[in-house]
């Protein structure tokens, strides 16, 4: 979405006086080494720039050496090994303008969620507060996109420019490179965005980071020349960095630089870091001669999420799992929670993975296992997935190794998210009312009430239990009746294959494995296109034609670009022998069918058709074998909807696919949090995936490089695995991986919050455990009204004896807040910024104590500081 710009561009062509040159390492977290190594790497790169930059201290000219740290992660590292003299030189440095310190803790994929957006922007507290460090700038290389939720966060961080060094191989920036815009959030907050040149030109071609200058004089000759001929670029320099994937600091450029400028080349060149660069850039970047524009940054490189499906869906399970065990712990530690001996683990089964129970540890142990598991959740979702020979040697050592690193941060981030809800689970449980019979307790960690499938597990046995009416932020404890909860009637197909309940009438596929027809009872809708191939849950699988010529299938994977469109693909759907099986479990009936398709040799669709609740959901478990050559998977759910509006939950915000984006941004694909609504205005549908984040909308787009979606049909395609990027990503996948996905449809239109808690409460699932609890519903907390949830809560970085509370407006439209303190004790609530640097506002007392009231913007994510029997 754009705002209009001023008709005067033509009056603000420059000429180029001077190009800035920005060395630095561009940070994979692999691809060239294995990701432990890189990160050592990073670290020893500081040591050696420090050393040429106080080489060059006393030389002003135009070629002294300069870096910029680009990321903090590695920053961090260095500075908490440092010695207090290597500090003071570093502090030193930045202060004579010779090293500039970033924002980025890496380069993320669209992967990454709403905490652990914030979780990437906590270095800067460190950085500023600990080190007096100034940071106002984000600066990303390689990456296509970036959320548009990012934003807000951005300026909430105190920072004000953006640089994306964007590599526009396998994909397009939404401007010519470069190019200056005004970005802004859904919010209304804006951030400069510097959309630069790929970030390894000046190595490569120009090889002036070789400390030669003859290859470098006819592209600068031409890029100058394209930039005075532009009449939408208002600068009278070109910023380029001088980077290559971890490339140790050296003076190489320095001598170019001196050569270049001694022959009296044309224009100049200056060594300078990116905040030099952006000082000058904001000098010369008047709104009223750049763009603005609104939107998702879809990122062009999100079909590499769909390599390596299995650990992908890891990472987000365990995202799951730490918002649990996060909001347990904070509400247990609030309560002043102390675990009874009588349901530490080992009294009952316990619910985990374990045949016997582990007993939860001390605050001061569980703090930096969060904290561990939060910077592998960060790793595993940076851009840098493998080698540079994954798909040209992908059984190599290096390869293999690699993976096995990459991979390990989503298992290691899994395994203490896992024990650590649980943990936290037992005990905020602990300050429950004792029983004597086992119960079945039930803790929800979302802000809003909720019915829910849960799974809870005996050692060996996972248990499906249908709960109604979870309290929000709250525990619900009933019966534990395993024979009730495990029962099973097998029942008769029906001879017209038709199942239904009071909200909907359906007829299944057989020899699919779809839902050929949906009706909702309550409007007499069909949602299923009659006129589409496939059915609702229809697994297909592709693979490139052999007899297309397209040279992305006979000679290099890199030609799949928007260069050469294509290539052609031969889809099959999966087929079966009609075998099938309807049950009624206690909350309604479960129909499996099976089929098969290339490379998936068994295919289990399980569909669930509630008593209760108006859901349908879809939990498709596939085997693959692997295949070198270019596929992909889908599951397809072509909605009954013409000229539809699609909207997409991403990372702290919710945006309207193609209407909300920057332009030439991706529509082929996108990569999503977890919920999308579909609506044509008078029908909506809500869709929601918990393990795959990829979709594609409309139609099957693959190698179309859209530059609009014209989307003409409510389609979707969940898109569970490819492989079809030419380097970094897996080049086959195989095994056992489940998918679930959930839809209700309903009359009307759609509204933001309606897809950010759908979403929400399909990728969030209830945790349970078996413990001897009084029956009943228990409340801590209560946040009204509901288009305002709590996003998070966590321990305070600021105050070891506080914790803090996040709330996001969902509709756009300021509110007045209530939080209410449900249990003994009195709590304070202050405001603060969430990185806890503003001076701390207490908030309006309704009942002392126990009540509060705040008042927050349409689309704001409010941080709030929470202690108990205390006044700020």
Known sequence: MYYALKDNLASIMAAIKEILLVPHTHHDIGYTHIPEVCLRMHERYIHEALRLCEADLLDESPAAFRWTIETSLPLLNYLRKASEVDVHRLQRLVQRGRIAVTAAYAHMTQLIGAEEYIRYFYPLRALREQYHLPVSVLQHGDINGLSWGSVPLMREAGLDSLVMALNPDHGRAPFEQPSAFYWEGQDGSRVLVWLNLFYSLANNPWALTAGRIDAAQAPIRTLVERLEARDDYPFDFVIVHSAEDNMLPNNKLSSAVRQWNAAGLEPPLRIVTIDQALERTRVQAHPDLLPTVRGEWADWWANGHGSSAYEVAVSRIARSELRVAETADVLGQLSGAVAHEAILPGFLPITNWYRSGNTPSAREDRLPRIDAAYHDLLLFEEHTWGTFETITLPFSLFTQTHWNSKAGQAFRALTEAHDLSREALLILASTLPLAEQPALVVFNPLSTPRDELITVRTPGIDHSVFVRDLPPLGIKVIAWDMPAFDALEELALPADQVIENDYYRLRFDPAHGTVISLIDKQTGKEWVDLEASNGLGAVIYEEADPSDDHPAIHVRRNHFHPDTPGPRFIRISGQGEGKVSLQRAHYGLLLTMYTSAPYLPAIRTTIRLYDAVKWLDFSIQIDKHENYEMEGVYVAFPFALHDPSFWLQTANAVYRADLEQLPDTCRDWYSIQHGIGISDGESSVLWA??????????????????????????????????????????????????????????????????????????????????????????????????????????????????????????????????????????????????????????????????QFKVRIEGYQLLTLMLKVQRVF
């Open 689 to 850: 995936t918990r393990e795959a984040p990829l979709v594609q909308l409309a139609e099957i787009q693959t190698g179309k490089w859209l530059r609009t979606l014209d989307a003409k049909r409510g389609h979707l395609y969940a898109w569970l695995m490819n492989n079809l990027y030419f380097t970094n990503f897996k080049a086959a996948q195989g095994g056992r991986t489940e998918f679930n996905f959930r839809l209700t449809t309903q009359a009307g239109n759609l509204t933001t919050e309606h897809v950010q808690q759908w979403g929400d409460a399909f990728g969030t699932p209830p945790l349970a455990r078996i413990a001897p609890l009084e029956h009943g519903d228990y409340q801590w907390l209560t946040v009204e009204p509901f288009t305002v949830v709590v996003q998070s809560m966590q321990n305070s970085l600021r105050d070891p004896d506080a914790f803090t509370l996040r709330l996001k407006e969902m509709s756009g439209q300021s509110a007045e807040v209530t939080i209410t303190w449900k249990q003994a004790g009195n709590i304070s609530i202050a405001k603060t910024d969430f990185l806890e640097l503003e001076t701390l506002i207490p908030l309006e007392e309704v009942e002392s104590g126990h």
